[in-house]
Antibody, heavy 119, light 110 residues
Framework: QVQLVQSGAEVKMPAASMTVSCKASGYTFTSYYIHWVRQAPGQGLEWMGIITPGGSTTKYTQKFQGRVTMTRDTSTSTVYMELSSLTSEDTAVYYC????????????WGQGTLVTVSS | QSALTQPASVSGSPGQSITISCTGTSMDVGGYDSVSWYQHHPGKAPKLMIYDVTKRPSGVSNRFSGSKSANTASLTISGLQAEDEADYYCNSIASGSTYVFGTGTKVTVV
């Protein structure tokens, strides 16, 4: 069955960087897009960007341009999302989600990773 | 890209029908037939309920239906049940091949 398993919760210092991983299984990794979505405490869902595991093309929302990098490792079917220059406003649950190619919706989601930014 | 506008909360009694709106612009909701809806219980992963404005994934109850008119999409839940109590988010592709979520709606079954 399709699974997206994310790395565990982290606590980070302000100005540091964070990396969350999303390991895919149960389907052909290179055939589906992966998105990253976050939810800050008491806030709604926020789309961060997309990576196409097949070609490694990325697109980020303007808010995170210059601070976010999404990469993939096809040998382990894992996608990574790195966010730098963290502030307390980056405290959130981060989700990866799968999109069937060019279908514009997210059919499977990871379990979420809580990242807390605090000194 | 601004978030799509949803009512903060909607409530209904068991068995009733409720409708959640999702208002955007011609650059997102109105420009594409690619609106999707997600049910989100706190602490769990969001679940796809509707895609391509009106389509239901396999396994999703037919009590959930979607529609769109101009720049506003809607999700209707008929025969409201206690298990439907959750947060609901719309999503649309937008210009520049980006995606945008709605502000979210808390559904309460009273």
């Amino acid at each position: 069955q399709v699974q997206l398993v994310q790395s565990g919760a982290e606590v980070k210092m302000p100005a540091a960087s964070m990396t969350v991983s999303c390991k895919a299984s149960g389907y052909t990794f290179t055939s589906y897009y992966i998105h990253w979505v976050r939810q800050a405490p008491g806030q709604g869902l926020e789309w961060m960007g997309i990576i196409t595991p097949g070609g490694s093309t990325t697109k980020y929302t303007q808010k995170f341009q210059g601070r976010v990098t999404m990469t993939r490792d096809t040998s382990t079917s894992t996608v990574y999302m790195e966010l730098s220059s963290l502030t307390s406003e980056d405290t959130a649950v981060y989700y990866c989600a799968r999109e069937p190619p060019r279908r514009k919706y997210f059919d499977y989601w990871g379990q979420g990773t809580l990242v807390t930014v605090s000194s | 890209q601004s978030a799509l506008t949803q009512p903060a909360s909607v409530s209904g009694s068991p068995g009733q029908s409720i409708t959640i709106s999702c208002t955007g612009t011609s650059m997102d909701v109105g420009g594409y037939d690619s609106v999707s809806w997600y049910q989100h219980h706190p602490g769990k992963a969001p679940k796809l309920m509707i895609y391509d404005v009106t389509k239901r994934p396999s396994g999703v109850s037919n009590r959930f239906s979607g529609s769109k008119s101009a720049n506003t999409a809607s999700l209707t839940i008929s025969g409201l049940q206690a298990e439907d109590e959750a947060d609901y988010y719309c999503n649309s592709i937008a210009s520049g091949s980006t995606y945008v979520f709605g502000t979210g709606t808390k559904v309460t079954v009273v």
